[in-house]
């Protein structure tokens, strides 16, 4: 072949191999992208469940969510990490996840973990790269003291003691001043203005924890009779503050009604557990939606469907009761389950 030849036909070769050599990149074919987000709380790394760690792993293995967050990640002395060890084991099933763990939060994620960076002392930031877009998660808990949705119910809020009260508290004033003095609301103006950072970068944003506060989209007039809230309608700090801000709790816009979907977390009824050791009110009705998946809005981002990743049953009055919810359930296997809380499970679609 001629100099002269090869020199007319190299654009068209080179136009050639760069459209057939990378026929399935992503990021340049139109439509969307569906991932799924699943926040789970561990109950002290799984060590308080026998054979936690690998009831853990079939858990995941069967969900295999794209991202998911944990909390409550405080090993014993003789107890090794667990993140290590399950995306070991993952990997070993052939399904590879990215990890990141600050203090007792982690993140696991089928897509790059590009940076992390600790937000507080109750929540620290991720950010991925998910096909393309910048994605911002934070994995929370909060603290677990000051709880005083307990009030209603008669007992303590965990500051001093959880001990039974001599009547329930029903003043609304005197909940939220209780509340107030967890922290909660500190922190959640802290990851507010690291969000609206990632905002000004066009990032999606999801806050995805254990934030130990109910939502007050389910205590209202709708739930003041039911549930031990003994007539209490009750604005909820944290989530009153992140609706204010144009944040939205996936649960709740996906399931409205706080009646027929409550979607309750906590006490999950773990089969290998004395009930005694799943309620902390033991005479109460104190079923709460705690754990959640905060997201800001963005028009080409929705929820194709919500979860409960756990059990269908939970405790009442220290008693083992199935759900008669509208709430959907999934689970591996729901008696073995590694942990005394429900999580949340998530499917968003991202349109390109």
Known sequence: MSNRLILYLSPFILL??????????????????????????????????????????????????DIATFC???????DGPIIPQLTQSLAEKGMTYYSAQVDGRAIISKYP????????KWMFKAVLNIDGKRAAVYPA????????????????????????????????????VVN???????????????????????????????????????????????????????????????????????????YPDAVDYPGFTFPADNKNIDVSRLTWAAEADERERIDFIYYYPQKNLSIKSVKIAGPAGSIIRSKRVKENSKDVFVSFDENQWPTDHKGVLATFVMER
């Open 72 to 78: 409550e990640l405080y090993k014993g002395e003789n």
């Open 113 to 120: 973990i590009i940076g992390k960076e600790r937000i507080n």
């Open 180 to 254: 107030r003095q967890s922290g909660r609301i500190e922190s959640t103006k802290t990851f507010i203005r690291s969000a609206k950072d990632e905002i000004e970068q066009e990032a999606l944003i999801f806050l995805s924890g254990d934030l130990n506060e109910p939502s007050h989209l389910d205590w209202q007039k709708n739930t003041k009779e039911i549930r031990d809230h003994n007539g209490c309608v009750v604005n909820w700090d944290v989530s009153s503050l992140l609706y204010c801000n144009g944040f939205k709790d996936a649960y709740r816009e996906f």
């Open 16 to 65: 050639f191999f760069a459209c057939t050599s990378q026929p399935n990149k992503r990021a340049e074919e139109p439509g969307s992208v569906e991932f799924t987000i699943l926040q789970l709380n561990l109950w002290g790394e799984c060590t308080k469940v026998e054979n936690g760690s690998q009831y853990l792993l079939d858990q995941i293995a069967y969900f295999q969510p």
């Open 141 to 176: 808990h909060s603290e677990y003291r000051y709880y005083s949705c307990y009030y209603p119910r008669g007992y303590s809020d965990g500051s001093s003691s959880w001990d039974k009260l001599p009547n329930p508290i029903t003043d609304v004033d005197e909940i939220l």
